[in-house]
């Protein structure tokens, strides 16, 4: 509703699925609902994107495994948690991190035995 207030175009279902918005403004994504929603915004070129990624961001998708290659070490650097590409980000690897945490080894007990010959 906020997004419709501001002038911004909406698509989402009659449910709560999914809603994408696309914006000219950075500024308003800032406060969003968080799961399910995807900001649009138009660039010119897509390192100008990166200037907008923080901390904040935990994925970023790329459509092409040649952007991909190009792009990560920047995007990583600014904090990111993860790239991959459009249509994987809900599919994270065994082990990988889950919002910059490796959640895998907090369920396992580590042990050891040294062994002397």
Same mark, same amino acid.
């Given at each position: 509703m906020m997004a419709r207030f501001r002038g911004e175009r909406v698509f989402h279902p009659d449910t709560t699925e999914w809603t994408i918005i696309l914006t000219k403004n950075f500024e308003s994504t800032k406060d969003h609902p968080l799961s399910r929603t995807l900001y649009v915004m138009e660039v010119n070129d897509l390192k100008?994107?990166?200037k907008y990624l923080d901390k904040s961001t935990m994925v970023v998708a790329f459509?092409?495994?040649?952007r991909l290659e190009e792009l990560k070490e920047d995007v990583l650097l600014k904090g990111v948690d993860r790239v991959t590409m459009v249509g994987r980000m809900g599919y994270f690897p065994l082990g990988y991190p /889950?919002?910059?945490?490796?959640? =895998?080894? /907090? =369920?396992?007990?580590?042990?050891?035995?040294?062994?002397y010959v």
């Amino acid at each position: 509703m906020m997004a419709r207030f501001r002038g911004e175009r909406v698509f989402h279902p009659d449910t709560t699925e999914w809603t994408i918005i696309l914006t000219k403004n950075f500024e308003s994504t800032k406060d969003h609902p968080l799961s399910r929603t995807l900001y649009v915004m138009e660039v010119n070129d897509l390192k100008e994107a990166v200037k907008y990624l923080d901390k904040s961001t935990m994925v970023v998708a790329f459509s092409s495994h040649k952007r991909l290659e190009e792009l990560k070490e920047d995007v990583l650097l600014k904090g990111v948690d993860r790239v991959t590409m459009v249509g994987r980000m809900g599919y994270f690897p065994l082990g990988y991190p /889950q919002e910059g945490k490796r959640n =895998l080894p /907090q =369920l396992v007990k580590w042990v050891s035995a040294d062994c002397y010959v």
